[in-house]
Protein backbone atom coordinates (compact mmCIF):
# COMPACT_ATOMS: atom_id res chain seq x y z
CA UNK A 1 0.00 0.00 0.00
CA UNK A 2 0.96 3.91 -0.75
CA UNK A 3 0.78 6.78 1.17
CA UNK A 4 1.47 10.43 1.14
CA UNK A 5 2.04 12.85 4.62
CA UNK A 6 2.42 16.08 4.24
CA UNK A 7 3.29 18.13 7.42
CA UNK A 8 1.31 21.22 8.07
CA UNK A 9 -1.79 21.81 6.84
CA UNK A 10 -1.10 25.74 6.33
CA UNK A 11 2.21 27.74 5.97
CA UNK A 12 2.67 31.21 5.94
CA UNK A 13 6.05 33.22 4.44
CA UNK A 14 6.83 36.10 3.93
CA UNK A 15 7.04 37.42 -0.07
CA UNK A 16 11.03 36.93 -0.45
CA UNK A 17 11.26 34.01 1.98
CA UNK A 18 12.37 30.25 1.38
CA UNK A 19 9.16 28.13 0.58
CA UNK A 20 9.40 24.72 2.12
CA UNK A 21 6.38 22.39 2.14
CA UNK A 22 7.08 18.77 3.42
CA UNK A 23 5.88 15.07 1.89
CA UNK A 24 6.93 12.18 3.13
CA UNK A 25 5.64 9.15 1.54
CA UNK A 26 5.62 5.21 1.97
CA UNK A 27 5.37 2.79 -0.72
CA UNK A 28 6.32 -0.88 -0.78
CA UNK A 29 7.80 -0.33 -4.45
CA UNK A 30 9.80 2.47 -6.06
CA UNK A 31 7.51 5.22 -6.30
CA UNK A 32 6.87 8.09 -8.86
CA UNK A 33 6.28 11.12 -6.58
CA UNK A 34 4.49 14.60 -8.12
CA UNK A 35 3.34 18.29 -6.82
CA UNK A 36 0.39 19.32 -7.97
CA UNK A 37 -1.12 23.18 -7.22
CA UNK A 38 -4.87 24.50 -6.82
CA UNK A 39 -5.57 28.14 -7.25
CA UNK A 40 -8.93 29.47 -5.76
CA UNK A 41 -11.72 27.38 -7.46
CA UNK A 42 -9.71 25.64 -9.87
CA UNK A 43 -8.99 22.52 -10.85
CA UNK A 44 -4.75 21.15 -10.02
CA UNK A 45 -2.05 22.10 -12.17
CA UNK A 46 1.24 19.69 -12.21
CA UNK A 47 4.57 21.64 -10.66
CA UNK A 48 7.01 18.89 -11.37
CA UNK A 49 7.71 14.64 -11.24
CA UNK A 50 9.63 12.37 -10.08
CA UNK A 51 9.49 9.16 -12.23
CA UNK A 52 13.15 7.51 -11.06
CA UNK A 53 15.58 9.80 -13.29
CA UNK A 54 17.51 12.64 -11.50
CA UNK A 55 17.02 13.45 -7.71
CA UNK A 56 16.47 16.83 -8.15
CA UNK A 57 13.49 17.48 -10.16
CA UNK A 58 12.83 21.49 -10.96
CA UNK A 59 9.24 22.39 -12.01
CA UNK A 60 7.40 24.92 -12.81
CA UNK A 61 7.48 28.33 -11.44
CA UNK A 62 11.07 28.47 -9.57
CA UNK A 63 9.87 25.34 -7.41
CA UNK A 64 11.30 22.18 -7.15
CA UNK A 65 11.79 18.93 -4.98
CA UNK A 66 14.80 16.45 -3.88
CA UNK A 67 13.96 12.82 -3.67
CA UNK A 68 15.73 11.36 -1.04
CA UNK A 69 14.93 7.73 -0.70
CA UNK A 70 16.80 7.42 3.30
CA UNK A 71 14.20 10.15 4.47
CA UNK A 72 11.21 8.44 2.12
CA UNK A 73 10.79 12.49 1.35
CA UNK A 74 10.00 14.54 -1.65
CA UNK A 75 9.72 18.27 0.03
CA UNK A 76 8.87 20.88 -2.35
CA UNK A 77 11.47 24.18 -1.96
CA UNK A 78 11.56 27.79 -3.60
CA UNK A 79 14.03 30.22 -2.91
CA UNK A 80 11.83 33.24 -3.02
CA UNK A 81 8.23 33.13 -2.45
CA UNK A 82 5.87 35.66 -4.32
CA UNK A 83 2.35 36.62 -3.88
CA UNK A 84 1.25 34.49 -6.41
CA UNK A 85 2.29 31.51 -5.12
CA UNK A 86 -0.60 31.58 -2.42
CA UNK A 87 -2.47 28.66 -3.25
CA UNK A 88 -3.01 24.55 -2.37
CA UNK A 89 -0.06 22.06 -2.64
CA UNK A 90 -0.87 18.21 -2.97
CA UNK A 91 1.83 16.04 -3.26
CA UNK A 92 0.90 12.33 -4.39
CA UNK A 93 2.35 8.96 -5.31
CA UNK A 94 2.20 6.14 -7.51
CA UNK A 95 4.45 3.29 -9.04
CA UNK A 96 4.49 1.06 -11.87
CA UNK A 97 1.94 -1.79 -10.96
CA UNK A 98 -1.10 0.82 -10.73
CA UNK A 99 -2.38 4.20 -12.51
CA UNK A 100 -3.95 5.65 -9.41
CA UNK A 101 -2.84 8.46 -7.95
CA UNK A 102 -2.77 8.75 -3.76
CA UNK A 103 -2.92 11.99 -2.90
CA UNK A 104 -2.14 13.80 0.53
CA UNK A 105 -4.20 15.88 2.33
CA UNK A 106 -2.74 19.43 0.79
CA UNK A 107 -0.83 22.42 2.55
CA UNK A 108 -2.27 25.78 1.90
CA UNK A 109 0.93 28.16 0.89
CA UNK A 110 -0.19 31.95 2.49
CA UNK A 111 2.43 34.79 1.27
CA UNK A 112 1.91 38.12 3.28
CA UNK A 113 4.00 41.10 1.58
CA UNK B 1 -1.72 20.91 -24.27
CA UNK B 2 -4.03 18.42 -22.64
CA UNK B 3 -7.30 19.87 -22.51
CA UNK B 4 -9.76 18.48 -19.58
CA UNK B 5 -13.17 19.91 -19.64
CA UNK B 6 -15.77 19.63 -17.22
CA UNK B 7 -19.84 20.56 -17.46
CA UNK B 8 -20.58 22.59 -14.91
CA UNK B 9 -18.37 25.14 -12.72
CA UNK B 10 -21.22 25.47 -10.18
CA UNK B 11 -24.15 23.55 -9.70
CA UNK B 12 -27.09 23.39 -6.93
CA UNK B 13 -29.28 20.90 -7.02
CA UNK B 14 -32.09 19.87 -4.48
CA UNK B 15 -31.82 16.34 -2.03
CA UNK B 16 -33.17 13.23 -4.30
CA UNK B 17 -32.28 14.71 -7.49
CA UNK B 18 -30.34 12.48 -10.14
CA UNK B 19 -27.21 14.80 -10.95
CA UNK B 20 -25.10 13.97 -13.85
CA UNK B 21 -21.31 15.40 -13.99
CA UNK B 22 -19.69 15.06 -17.38
CA UNK B 23 -15.87 15.45 -18.18
CA UNK B 24 -14.38 15.35 -21.49
CA UNK B 25 -10.16 14.88 -22.40
CA UNK B 26 -9.11 15.56 -25.78
CA UNK B 27 -6.06 13.70 -25.40
CA UNK B 28 -7.07 10.12 -26.25
CA UNK B 29 -6.23 9.11 -22.69
CA UNK B 30 -6.89 5.44 -21.80
CA UNK B 31 -7.40 6.30 -17.85
CA UNK B 32 -9.97 8.99 -16.67
CA UNK B 33 -10.69 9.60 -12.76
CA UNK B 34 -13.30 11.12 -10.68
CA UNK B 35 -12.65 12.58 -7.25
CA UNK B 36 -14.04 14.24 -4.70
CA UNK B 37 -12.35 17.32 -2.86
CA UNK B 38 -13.26 18.05 0.59
CA UNK B 39 -11.76 20.42 3.48
CA UNK B 40 -9.42 18.63 5.45
CA UNK B 41 -9.52 15.22 3.29
CA UNK B 42 -7.28 15.73 0.34
CA UNK B 43 -8.55 14.41 -2.69
CA UNK B 44 -10.45 10.92 -2.75
CA UNK B 45 -10.87 8.88 -5.79
CA UNK B 46 -15.00 8.14 -6.37
CA UNK B 47 -14.33 5.92 -9.73
CA UNK B 48 -12.02 5.09 -12.12
CA UNK B 49 -12.07 3.80 -16.05
CA UNK B 50 -8.80 2.10 -18.17
CA UNK B 51 -10.88 2.18 -21.04
CA UNK B 52 -14.57 2.38 -22.81
CA UNK B 53 -17.38 0.89 -20.57
CA UNK B 54 -14.53 -0.50 -17.96
CA UNK B 55 -15.05 0.85 -14.34
CA UNK B 56 -13.36 0.29 -11.40
CA UNK B 57 -14.43 1.56 -7.93
CA UNK B 58 -12.34 3.60 -5.85
CA UNK B 59 -12.25 4.47 -2.15
CA UNK B 60 -15.33 6.04 -2.03
CA UNK B 61 -18.22 4.90 -4.39
CA UNK B 62 -20.65 4.72 -2.34
CA UNK B 63 -24.18 6.94 -3.89
CA UNK B 64 -22.60 7.65 -6.99
CA UNK B 65 -21.76 5.52 -10.66
CA UNK B 66 -20.23 6.13 -13.56
CA UNK B 67 -20.72 6.06 -17.43
CA UNK B 68 -17.96 5.79 -20.04
CA UNK B 69 -19.45 5.17 -23.46
CA UNK B 70 -16.80 6.73 -25.25
CA UNK B 71 -12.95 6.72 -24.52
CA UNK B 72 -12.98 10.80 -24.69
CA UNK B 73 -16.27 11.06 -22.10
CA UNK B 74 -16.45 10.27 -18.46
CA UNK B 75 -19.69 10.96 -16.66
CA UNK B 76 -20.32 10.85 -12.48
CA UNK B 77 -24.16 10.29 -11.42
CA UNK B 78 -25.33 10.86 -8.53
CA UNK B 79 -28.33 8.55 -8.74
CA UNK B 80 -30.22 10.54 -5.49
CA UNK B 81 -28.11 13.17 -4.07
CA UNK B 82 -27.84 13.92 -0.66
CA UNK B 83 -26.39 16.99 1.72
CA UNK B 84 -23.14 14.99 2.44
CA UNK B 85 -22.88 14.85 -1.54
CA UNK B 86 -22.02 18.45 -1.51
CA UNK B 87 -18.22 19.02 -2.65
CA UNK B 88 -15.83 19.88 -5.44
CA UNK B 89 -15.85 17.08 -8.00
CA UNK B 90 -12.41 16.81 -9.87
CA UNK B 91 -12.09 14.84 -13.54
CA UNK B 92 -8.65 13.84 -14.20
CA UNK B 93 -7.17 12.10 -17.34
CA UNK B 94 -4.01 10.21 -17.82
CA UNK B 95 -2.38 8.12 -20.82
CA UNK B 96 -1.70 5.15 -18.77
CA UNK B 97 1.81 4.46 -20.63
CA UNK B 98 5.17 4.04 -18.93
CA UNK B 99 6.85 7.16 -18.10
CA UNK B 100 3.66 8.86 -17.76
CA UNK B 101 1.59 8.61 -14.71
CA UNK B 102 0.56 12.37 -13.97
CA UNK B 103 -3.08 13.47 -14.03
CA UNK B 104 -4.48 16.02 -15.84
CA UNK B 105 -7.24 18.10 -13.78
CA UNK B 106 -10.66 19.80 -15.05
CA UNK B 107 -11.00 23.01 -13.47
CA UNK B 108 -13.75 21.26 -11.09
CA UNK B 109 -17.49 21.08 -10.95
CA UNK B 110 -19.16 22.63 -7.08
CA UNK B 111 -22.04 20.70 -6.39
CA UNK B 112 -24.29 21.95 -3.40
CA UNK B 113 -27.01 19.83 -2.52
CA UNK B 114 -29.98 21.74 -0.47
Known amino acids: AQSVTQLGSHVSVSEGALVLLRCNYSSSVPPYLFWYVQYPNQGLQLLLKYTSAATLVKGINGFEAEFKKSETSFHLTKPSAHMSDAAEYFCAVTSWNTDKLIFGTGTRLQVFP | DVKVTQSSRYLVKRTGEKVFLECVQD?????MFWYRQDPGLGLRLIYFSYDVKMKEKGDIPEGYSVSREKKERFSLILESASTNQTSMYLCASSSGTANSYEQYFGPGTRLTVT
Open chain 2, 27 to 31: MDHEN
